[in-house]
């Protein structure tokens, strides 16, 4: 199918997503109380075969789905999250609410602990934007009362702990913190030449074993100059999400609260401009350590500034060049994690479970639509959120899918998939 081919999702495809949406959010609800915090809890896990636990982006991306379908329910999502918030503001990229029941799993993890049911990594933050949805779907003013300022101090320690050079961009410290934790723009850091899920392994050690000599406090490990990186689709993601919380504290009359985040944006949107925009390539690169240097692997990142309303013309239509390049990024089922064209790239899972290396995920696909939305193109959109639908009614609502053939790969009704309901509820209101 080309773009341009349809008008509209068709009201049968929209209704079967909502009940979609419906029954995963109900197969995958986790209630209860967690004796080691002495709080309850009230979230929808990734998945109840691999994922149990509550992550940090994709409850805030479930929070966005829930607001179509269950508001009082995504709200619930959102405060389960900052529940266990520490008094620096940091918010773990998973709380690991029933962790007693699960030892033989967490086995299984590459994941760093700040303590034994609260992980020491972040994650892409989001929160603002799932904050705007509830707020927008009826939370009202009653509500972001009650959540900004946990909010804020989540921020204000991104700020503070992982902004070290003070350009404004966040720094990740290992691969997992951006969400996209095997993709191939680690492997030269990595040192990772195969593709082989123990050498990642093997690679993560060599990143994060020496931030234990230090007890990972955050200044020594960054010191350490080896991944200290600043990720386009994270900071791209942060620079969306300090405008909306500049917007949301507007809304209930907080105006230092507003300049503060509208400056840090400012900071962070200039200096994404100044490091990570590749004038040959036209494309957005990560760059790594204090000497900033860049990652040239073209991956699903380096297109997620389009998401930006004040990319200028120009280089949108420099990106957009590569997302509709059949070469690239525009696969029978938009858009893969890695370009096509390049040698790492892979459609399916490889070396066991190593992902991000090439599939399509639902995530980065709302992030992207938007994007071509926000720049006026809504046909090619459209088409990535009909192929979306597609995919999920040939292959189930599943982790991530081959872009080639469209079958479903990875965890069965994974529940950030439902983020496409958001986009295709805003295709339909034109
Ligand atoms: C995988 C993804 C990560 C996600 C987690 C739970 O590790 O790479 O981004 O948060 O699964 O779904």
Request: negative net charge; contains cysteine; charged residues 25%.
């Amino acid at each position: 199918m080309e773009p341009g081919e349809v008008e509209n999702i068709a009201e049968a495809d929209f209704l079967w997503l909502k009940e979609e949406v419906n029954r995963i959010h109900h197969k995958n609800r986790q209630v209860g109380r967690a004796d080691w915090c002495g709080f309850d809890f009230d979230f929808t896990c990734p998945s109840t075969g691999t994922y149990p636990f509550q992550w940090f982006w994709d409850s805030c991306f479930h929070a966005i789905a829930l607001t179509h379908i269950d508001i009082a329910k995504a709200k619930a999502e959102l405060f389960s999250l900052l529940k266990n918030q520490q008094p620096d503001g940091f918010v773990s990229h998973v709380t690991f609410w029933q962790r007693d029941f699960y030892e033989e799993m967490i086995a299984t993890y590459d994941i760093a602990f700040r303590s034994r049911y609260l992980s020491d990594e972040l994650q892409p933050p989001l929160l603002a934007e799932a904050v705007q949805a509830v707020a927008e779907h009826g939370g009202g003013t009653e509500f972001l009362g009650e959540i900004l300022p946990s909010v804020s101090r989540l921020y204000d320690w991104l700020h503070t702990v992982r902004n070290p050079y003070g350009d404004g961009l966040i720094r990740v410290i290992q691969p997992d913190e951006t969400g996209l934790d095997h993709s191939p723009k680690w492997d030269e850091i990595m040192e990772i030449t195969d593709e082989d899920h123990a050498s990642w392994v093997r690679g993560w050690h060599s990143i994060c074993d020496p931030y234990d000599a230090v007890n990972r406090d955050p200044n020594a490990m960054i010191a350490m100059n080896h991944f200290v990186v600043a990720d386009v689709m994270l900071n791209t993601i942060y620079i969306e999400n300090l405008r909306v919380l500049a917007k949301l504290f507007l809304s209930i009359g907080d105006e230092s609260s507003h300049l503060k985040y509208l400056e840090r944006a400012v900071l962070a949107r200039n200096s994404l401009e100044r490091l990570c925009w590749d004038e040959e390539d036209g494309l957005y690169y990560d760059v790594n350590g204090k000497e900033n240097r860049k990652i040239r692997v073209n991956t699903v990142s380096s297109l997620m500034p389009i998401l930006l309303e004040d990319l200028d013309e120009e280089k949108f239509e420099r990106i957009l060049k590569h997302i509709l390049d059949p070469s690239e990024y525009w696969a029978e089922f938009p858009i893969p994690s890695v370009a096509m064209s390049h040698p790492t790239f892979r459609p399916n899972t490889v070396g066991g479970n190593l992902v991000w290396r090439g599939p399509t995920w639902m995530c980065s696909n709302w992030y992207l639509a938007r994007g071509l939305l926000r720049h006026g193109r809504r046909d090619p959109a459209l088409h990535i959120a009909s192929q979306s639908i597609e995919l999920m009614k040939r292959s189930g609502v599943r982790e991530y899918y081959n872009p080639l053939t469209g079958q479903g790969h990875g965890a069965e009704d994974f529940s950030w998939s439902t983020i496409l309901i958001d986009l295709v509820v805003s295709l339909k209101k034109g």
